[in-house]
């Protein structure tokens, strides 16, 4: 059995950011595939016995079980020794950008995308001002890697893994990277961390 239990699959970024977090830190973990699109999270069962907010990731490790990534990733950071803060101003930057992620950036990402590829009939006027949301916060993260290699310090941490969980999927929220070159470039010093895999190499899923 696997040190870690990971809860996730393949369509969710935020349960790719545990995941990746976990790959990335060589840590002995196995996926635990959700049928999330057959209403698994919905389930009583589920919201019972698994996590009573109905949602992934849910990460097990022995006696420790820890819902919502942003406490996920801090936590695998404590146990691992790798992508956290060094210093207390490295703390407060981190919390900071994963805050910013959580609100402002994954919040419209995901659901834009999940209305536009996920569901018939989506509102225009709903996805209209999700787009427009997504779009202010690329623009401020583009602006804030203007010089800077990676999000909250000299190297990558919890806040890049936090921030990236959705954004290898461009063409699912309708992106050109063209216009935000510095997310772009970022990206791909993300994605060179070694050790990366993109997010439908590295969970599980069901037919797509």
């Given at each position: 059995?696997?040190?870690?239990?990971?809860?996730?699959?393949?369509?969710?970024?935020?349960?790719?950011?545990?995941?990746?977090m976990?790959?990335?830190?060589?840590?002995?973990?196995?996926?635990?595939?959700v049928?999330?699109?057959?209403?698994?999270?919905?389930?009583?069962?589920?919201?019972?016995?698994?996590?009573?907010?109905?949602?992934?990731?849910?990460?097990?490790?022995?006696?420790?079980?820890?819902?919502?990534t942003?406490?996920?990733?801090?936590?695998?950071?404590?146990?691992?020794?790798?992508?956290?803060?060094?210093s207390?101003?490295?703390?407060?930057e981190?919390?900071?950008?994963?805050?910013?992620?959580?609100?402002?950036?994954?919040?419209?990402?995901?659901?834009?995308?999940?209305?536009?590829?996920?569901?018939?009939?989506?509102?225009?006027?709903?996805?209209?001002?999700?787009?427009?949301?997504?779009?202010?916060?690329?623009?401020?993260?583009n602006?804030?890697?203007?010089?800077?290699?990676?999000?909250?310090?000299?190297?990558?941490?919890?806040?890049?893994?936090?921030?990236?969980?959705?954004?290898?999927?461009?063409?699912?929220?309708?992106?050109?990277?063209?216009?935000?070159?510095?997310?772009?470039?970022?990206?791909?010093r993300?994605?060179?961390?070694?050790?990366w895999?993109?997010?439908?190499?590295?969970?599980?899923?069901?037919?797509?």
């Amino acid at each position: 059995m696997a040190e870690y239990e990971l809860y996730c699959f393949k369509e969710s970024g935020n349960a790719y950011k545990a995941a990746i977090m976990l790959q990335l830190t060589g840590c002995d973990w196995s996926a635990h595939w959700v049928d999330f699109f057959n209403g698994e999270t919905r389930s009583e069962d589920y919201r019972q016995n698994v996590n009573v907010m109905g949602e992934v990731p849910v990460l097990n490790h022995g006696d420790v079980h820890l819902t919502q990534t942003g406490v996920i990733l801090n936590y695998l950071a404590e146990q691992t020794g790798q992508f956290g803060a060094q210093s207390a101003e490295e703390t407060r930057e981190i919390l900071r950008w994963i805050l910013f992620d959580n609100h402002k950036l994954t919040s419209y990402v995901a659901t834009y995308r999940f209305l536009t590829n996920f569901v018939k009939d989506a509102d225009p006027a709903v996805t209209g001002f999700l787009n427009a949301r997504m779009t202010g916060a690329l623009k401020v993260l583009n602006a804030h890697l203007d010089g800077r290699a990676f999000v909250a310090a000299d190297r990558a941490t919890i806040a890049d893994l936090s921030l990236c969980g959705y954004l290898f999927w461009p063409d699912e929220f309708g992106t050109s990277w063209d216009d935000y070159p510095n997310i772009a470039a970022w990206l791909g010093r993300v994605s060179s961390l070694p050790g990366w895999v993109a997010p439908y190499d590295l969970m599980p899923g069901g037919p797509d």
